[in-house]
């Protein structure tokens, strides 16, 4: 098979060695760290990888650019919260089933609907429907409302086994089953994309009129794709209640979902594991700004307009910046022609 | 069921899909002409309405608002077009939707610089500030009349100008098939310019006529942005006819359920839109696939 | 409604065929048949609703009126990615390949289409050895077989448009729709591309779109004439030739 038939993976054992001596240095900044605060804000960066990889499934792997893609995520958190009791944590082999199960189970009323439609369309709808969530937590009660809530944080718990530590140390065991889920998930969507399943949606990224022509219900595996997405948010967004304990609506909000594309992007397209660098370089850079200025949002319009303007590989693309292969120009993510010579987009890095 | 109020909330509905519909024209032509997501749309819409609280707060008087409203749109628009937009119009949707939302940010940092944060309520014009009467015992805010007026006026305007117009027929034939414009040897850069200003003086212009009626915030924006891609959604893509009749029905639909079902009236929208898209998918009156 | 050519019922065939866009018919009333082993050639004058009728038979248009039946079933309301499955393949146009995947790959993803089971999904791509075997086949065909790894990209354009065919190949169809597969060639990929349909014939049954007379005079078994969306003439090269109407209406004394 050809080199570049799984181009979102690395394509040399150069590649993989240097995603598992990333995966190690990650494994070894609690040991690193000044502090537990920066033990605590490496665990936020891990969830916001988490969430960004679950999207990239969507937006780099089949080309669906959603913008309501966070909703998944907040609403994990708020089933969390909704299924703890008021006092006493639950073991988290009874709340991440729930949530996963809670955010699978709306991807798919969103997807059904929403796949029914392409481009900018996909894009509004998305949104509207996530909209339509932080509505239901926004404007009522169910979740505390404009407020939030706290919760019980979920317990580390496995085949009966729970992990207590000592509340110092507790940031650090949180640490670590967030930089576990986040390893597992990259795995098993490393698999995805080499398997047959994981060909159709590349197929249908590059040229989706012709799968269909070829014979394929492209609607089905875009429904497919769309609730695994959904149920990898909820992972994060999981991770999320038992990390701060506390849920509000700007989970749920479309602010949210843009951030998280704006990850994708900041760490590279067109690789699995770009997304992570994105998202661990956003919360860095989100830190390190506040030292120097409090106009936040300041900070962070001016960092997405350069990145789309000039990053056009991502940071992930640094990397491969000296070996690019020799091909021609991928097709637009999202776009609404299909590939067919014609309207090939501006982004060849 | 109390008649003068359900009128009341009838009229309601009436001006704020008519709202909705001056921010939903501008994005739907937009896209259509240009191909271009524009979410910081939203943002035009709430700098119309600080602009209207400005004015007011230094002039004393609302009026000088709506033709500053107007005619900064415009230039606005095309600033913003020449400077910034026309180079995004051959990027994918991803960029456009991030460029589009780092512009949100922007706008929402420049308006705390230069506003803050507060949340100020906007006096409606004195000579506005009263009640018409309609029967014995039923008045209606004149500024509510008013603003539907207006509203009206500039649909029709918009709808002469577009069906009415040699420019217009071009602004259809572009947004059918965006070749012609060249082939037709129309410099395609001035359409492009004249599409966006317009669209960026109507979200203005709805942004001054709502000052007085929803007050300016933070983040006010969001809302009606959200809620003009519904309407967006539901009439069909490129359709300004489409987008007067899907704002009006959102309107009255989100109106009347906010006043007689309220609690999850909020949502009723989302459920029209996803009726919609069951039974088509490309709009009401979006061309079919 | 069928006509039996060579005694033999038709694989293909349509009845009443008509689309509309707007006020405007473009396919008109059209009753067309494919029989097995036929090279059926369709052809005609720019707008004369040729592409209309292959976009029908695809499925990519759904039809105003009429039936299409599919060795006897009727699929015109089918969605146009479940007629692949009962055999029908199409190759377009205006070459509409995946670029920026490598050759072999293209072609996997339609043998892929058509032989993979919803259970076996998850097994990685690369040890779906018979789905690999069918691509390679499928290319050997066509003469790529060297070619897997390239870039689809980056072939020649004669190359691209073997490779259209041999994709329509790979998911073993009884009926193949080609939609000008000599589009931009010159003659001697032309002729190339006259062997390969020949060879074909043999096991599937062809319909084919074409511009150039010569090679469809060449290769044909049976030809319809369309005009204005509808079937002017249809008989063999022959036949067709001498026919005053088509001389009149198209081959203006070409014949």
């Given at each position: 098979m050809a080199d570049n038939d799984t181009p979102m993976l690395p394509a040399s054992r150069a590649g993989w060695l240097g995603l598992v001596v990333g995966a190690l240095a990650l494994a070894a900044l609690p040991y690193l760290a000044p502090s537990t605060y920066y033990v605590e804000l490496g665990t936020t960066a891990l969830i916001a990888a988490m969430l960004a990889l679950s999207l990239q499934l969507l937006?780099?792997?089949?080309?669906l650019v959603s913008l309501g893609h966070g909703a998944f995520y907040g609403l994990a958190a708020y089933t969390v919260y909704l299924v703890t009791p008021a006092n006493a944590g639950l073991p988290m082999w009874m709340t991440l089933p729930a949530a996963v199960l809670v955010s699978g189970a709306v991807a798919a009323v969103v997807g059904a609907l929403s796949l029914r439609t392409k481009g900018f369309f996909f894009l509004m709808v998305t949104l509207a429907f996530g909209q339509m969530i932080f509505f239901v937590f926004h404007d009522t009660k169910l979740g505390g409302g404009t407020d939030g809530a706290y919760l019980a944080r979920p317990l580390i718990s496995a085949f009966g086994w729970e992990l207590q530590l000592p509340r110092r140390q507790r940031p650090i065991g949180t640490y670590y089953v967030a930089l576990i889920q986040l390893v597992l998930m990259y795995i098993g969507l490393a698999l995805l994309l080499r398997s047959l399943f994981g060909r159709v949606l590349q197929g249908i990224r590059v040229n989706e009129h012709r799968m269909v022509a070829l014979g394929y219900d492209t609607y089905r595996y875009k429904l497919a794709a769309f609730i695994l997405a959904g149920m990898l948010a909820g992972v994060a967004g999981h991770m999320w209640a038992m990390h701060r304990g506390f849920v509000n609506p700007e989970l749920v909000g479309w602010h949210r979902s843009a951030e998280a594309l704006l990850m994708i992007l900041l760490g590279g397209?067109?690789?699995?594991h770009g997304p992570i660098l994105g998202a661990l370089a956003w919360v860095g850079l989100g830190e390190a700004s506040q030292l120097i200025t409090e106009r936040k949002l300041l900070v962070e319009g001016l960092v997405i307009l350069v990145v789309v303007l000039v990053l056009r590989r991502g940071l992930a693309g640094l990397w491969t910046f000296a070996r690019r292969p020799a091909e021609p120009a991928r097709p637009p993510a999202g776009a609404p022609s299909p590939e067919s010579g014609t309207a090939e987009g501006a982004r060849h890095g | 069921m109390d008649l003068a109020g359900l009128v009341a909330q009838l009229l309601n509905g009436v001006q704020y899909g008519l709202l909705l519909f001056l921010i939903a024209s501008g994005l739907t032509l937009v896209f259509g002409v240009m191909g271009i997501i524009n979410l910081a749309h939203g943002s035009l819409f709430m700098v119309g309405a600080y602009a209207a609280f400005l004015v007011g707060r230094a002039t004393g008087s609302l009026w000088l608002a709506l033709p500053a409203g107007i005619l900064g749109g415009i230039a606005l628009g095309a600033l913003l077009e020449r400077g910034l937009f026309r180079h995004f119009y051959k990027r994918e949707h991803l960029d456009q939707v991030l460029l589009t939302f780092a512009l949100i940010l922007l706008f929402e940092e420049g308006r705390s610089f230069l506003v803050g944060n507060d949340f100020h309520s906007v006096p409606i014009p004195a000579a506005l500030d009263f009640s018409v009467p309609i029967t014995s015992d039923f008045s209606y805010s004149a500024y509510r009349f008013a603003v539907i007026a207006v509203c009206l006026l500039l649909a029709l305007g918009l709808f002469w100008w577009i069906e009415r117009t040699r420019f217009g027929a071009v602004i259809r034939a572009a947004a059918e098939k965006p070749e012609i414009v060249d082939i037709l040897g129309i410099d395609a850069r001035l359409v492009h310019l004249v599409v966006f200003a317009v669209g960026t003086a109507l979200a203005l212009t709805a942004g001054v006529l709502a000052a007085p009626l929803y007050s300016v915030y933070p983040n006010m924006g969001d809302g009606f942005l959200i809620i003009s891609f519904v309407v967006v959604v539901i009439g069909g893509l490129g359709s300004v006819s489409g987008a007067f009749w899907s704002a009006l029905l959102i309107g009255l639909v989100d109106t009347l359920g906010k006043a007689y079902v309220p609690g999850v009236s909020g949502l009723a929208i989302y459920v029209l839109m996803a009726a919609v898209l069951l039974w088509r998918p490309a709009g009401l009156f979006g061309r079919a696939a | 409604m069928a006509e039996t050519r060579h005694g033999r019922t038709p694989l293909l065939a349509t009845q009443g065929l008509g689309r509309d866009f707007g006020g405007l018919s473009a396919v008109r009333d059209v009753a067309i048949t494919l029989s097995p082993g036929e090279l059926h050639a369709v052809i005609g004058p720019n707008g004369a609703g040729k592409s209309t009728l292959v976009n029908l038979l695809s499925g990519e248009l759904a039809p105003s009126r009429g039936e299409i039946r599919l060795a006897g079933e009727r699929?015109?309301?089918?969605p146009g990615w479940r007629r692949v499955h009962l055999g029908l393949g199409r190759s377009y146009q205006r070459t509409n390949?995946?670029?920026?995947?490598?050759v072999l790959e293209n072609v996997r993803l339609a043998a892929q289409a058509v032989m993979s089971e919803p259970r076996s999904l998850l097994r990685p791509a690369g040890s779906a050895r018979q789905i690999v075997a069918a691509a390679e086949a499928a290319l050997a065909r066509v003469g790529l077989?060297?070619?897997?790894?390239?870039?689809?990209?980056?072939?020649?354009h004669g190359e691209q448009r073997l490779l259209e065919i041999a994709m329509t190949l790979a998911s073993r169809p009884k009926v193949l729709l080609l939609d000008?597969?000599?589009?931009?060639?010159g003659p001697e990929e032309g002729e190339r591309i006259a062997r390969l349909l020949r060879d074909l014939a043999a096991e599937h049954a062809i319909l084919l779109i074409e511009h150039d007379m010569d090679f469809v005079f060449q290769v044909a078994d049976w030809m319809t004439v369309m005009v204005d969306g509808a079937v002017l003439a249809e008989g063999t090269p022959e036949t067709i030739r001498a026919n005053a109407d088509v001389q009149r209406a198209y081959l203006g004394g070409h014949a």
């Open positions: 937006v780099g792997c089949t080309g397209l067109y690789t699995l | - | 699929i015109e309301t089918m390949i995946f670029k920026s995947l490598s077989e060297s070619s897997g790894a390239r870039t689809a990209g980056t072939l020649a000008e597969p000599l589009a931009g060639m």
